[in-house]
T-cell receptor, first 117, second 108 residues
Framework: QLQLMESGGGVVQPGRSLRLSCAAS????????MHWVRQAPDKGLEWVAL????????FYADSVKGRFTISRDNSKNTLYLQMNSLRGEDTAVYYC??????????WGQGTLVSASS | SYVLTQPPSVSVAPGQTATMTCGGS??????VHWYQQKPGQAPLLVVY???DRPSGIPERFSASHSGNTATLTISRVEAGDEADYYC???????????FGTGTKVTVL
């Protein structure tokens, strides 16, 4: 059974940085493009970023472009999200998800990031 | 940017049919996907590519779209179907993935 497990969330002051990880298991991670999706408290879903299966191509939502960086290490079956210059509006549960064909096929359970002073 | 609009809530009695819409400009020309999210859980893909169901999703879940509206239908609603439902498309003009605003389905 495919598994995705996010980690690295926590409380951070606005303006600081945080790196999230998503450990993949029980599937061929290197064959899948991967996403980060977030959900602010009591709000809807928002796509954050996408990385191609080989890490060559990346795409970002306008709200995070220039501040967040998605990357992956296929040798470690791990996806990352480096978040810099965090703002209060970045407070959310962050999910990693596999790419189906332009959809989000399998999801992790999420990790909570709170940007607050 | 592309916008998808869903009604905030839908209420339905057990055994009845729940229908929820997802409005977007010319959404009929896009592939639409639907997700179910129960409280405290990650979203679950229930319909992909307009009307296909992933393995394990009951036939009670069906979907269609044309023009400016996509529709998710849940037949013979059960208490376990109570959740938030989101539609989603890929916007080719911006290369962005877009979610609808979400509909909360309440089983009476």
């Amino acid at each position: 059974q495919l598994q995705l497990m996010e980690s690295g969330g926590g409380v951070v002051q606005p303006g600081r940085s945080l790196r999230l990880s998503c450990a993949a298991s029980d599937f061929t991670f290197s064959k899948y493009a991967m996403h980060w999706v977030r959900q602010a408290p009591d709000k809807g879903l928002e796509w954050v970023a996408l990385i191609s299966y080989d890490g060559v191509n990346t795409f970002y939502a306008d709200s995070v472009k220039g501040r967040f960086t998605i990357s992956r290490d296929n040798s470690k079956n791990t996806l990352y999200l480096q978040m810099n210059s965090l703002r209060g509006e970045d407070t959310a549960v962050y999910y990693c998800a596999t790419d189906g064909v332009r959809n989000f096929e399998f999801w992790g359970q999420g990790t909570l990031v709170s940007a607050s002073s | 940017s592309y916008v998808l609009t869903q009604p905030p809530s839908v209420s339905v009695a057990p055994g009845q049919t729940a229908t929820m819409t997802c409005g977007g400009s010319n959404i009929g020309s896009k592939r639409v996907h639907w997700y179910q999210q129960k409280p405290g859980q990650a979203p679950l893909l229930v319909v992909y590519d307009d009307s296909d169901r992933p393995s394990g999703i009951p036939e009670r879940f069906s979907a269609s779209h044309s023009g400016n509206t996509a529709t998710l239908t849940i037949s013979r609603v059960e208490a376990g179907d109570e959740a938030d439902y989101y539609c989603q498309v890929w916007d080719s003009s911006s290369d962005h993935y877009v979610f609808g605003t979400g509909t909360k389905v309440t089983v009476l």
